[in-house]
T-cell receptor, first 111, second 113 residues
């Protein structure tokens, strides 16, 4: 079983749609959580940190459920420029801060 | 540009050759990480440094791989006697405290012929 599991997609949605990605992690020692965005053949870039209280950044909302070991990302009013792979990431900072990545979920927003 | 920089961006080499990659982290970051990413997968942890000390190495890092960070600033990753399976994107990231987000360089794409 992978430490971080995501549905690889692809998710094909029209502009303006709302799309939700889910992620589960197996290591209960995981302590920090992030969503990174990765464009084709580019490096991962931090999209947002994820907190138990939930956090929002514009059209993006992230949520963490520690009891269920579940992380989500909601994108509202999708734009063409949102097309990318979204990586769910856990940080084991009691193990030096190394990041454990999910496989990534591919999103394609169509006109 | 004060981000993480990696060199070269691309490397094509024949099987059996040695290659070396360089990473320059964000200057105030004391932690430096190396990851490897293959097509369709998320990045996988290889090793990390706190200042000049290499504190953990993944089992993915065979004895053909060696990494250094001699003065606690830039780091190098060397692969000896490259194999087809070494073809991947090699990513470097840096951070301050371990619970903070890591910032990635552009990566070095390695292709083994």
């Amino acid at each position: 079983r992978k430490e971080v599991e995501q549905d690889p997609g692809p998710f094909n949605v029209p502009e303006g749609a709302t799309v939700a990605f889910n992620c589960t992690y197996s290591n209960s020692a995981s302590q920090s959580f992030f969503w990174y965005r990765q464009d084709c053949r580019k490096e991962p870039k931090l999209l947002m940190s994820v907190y138990s209280s939930g956090n929002e950044d514009g059209r993006f909302t992230a949520q963490l459920n520690r009891a269920s070991q579940y992380i989500s990302l909601l994108i509202r009013d999708s734009k063409l420029s949102d097309s990318a792979t979204y990586l769910c990431v856990v940080n084991l900072y009691n193990q030096g801060g190394k990041l454990i990545f999910g496989q990534g979920t591919e999103l394609s927003v169509k006109p | 540009d004060t981000g993480v920089s990696q060199d070269p961006r691309h490397k094509i080499t024949k099987r059996g050759q040695n290659v070396t990659f360089r990473c320059d982290p964000i200057s105030e970051h004391n932690r430096l990480y190396w990851y490897r990413q293959t097509l369709g997968q998320g990045p996988e942890f290889l090793t990390y440094f706190q200042n000049e000390a290499q504190l953990e190495k993944s089992r993915l890092l065979s004895n053909r791989f060696s990494a250094e960070r001699p003065k606690g600033s830039f780091s190098t990753l060397e692969i000896q006697r490259t194999e087809q399976g070494d073809s991947a994107m090699y990513l470097c990231a840096s951070s301050g405290p371990p619970n903070q987000p890591q910032h990635f360089g552009d990566g070095t794409r390695l292709s083994i012929l």
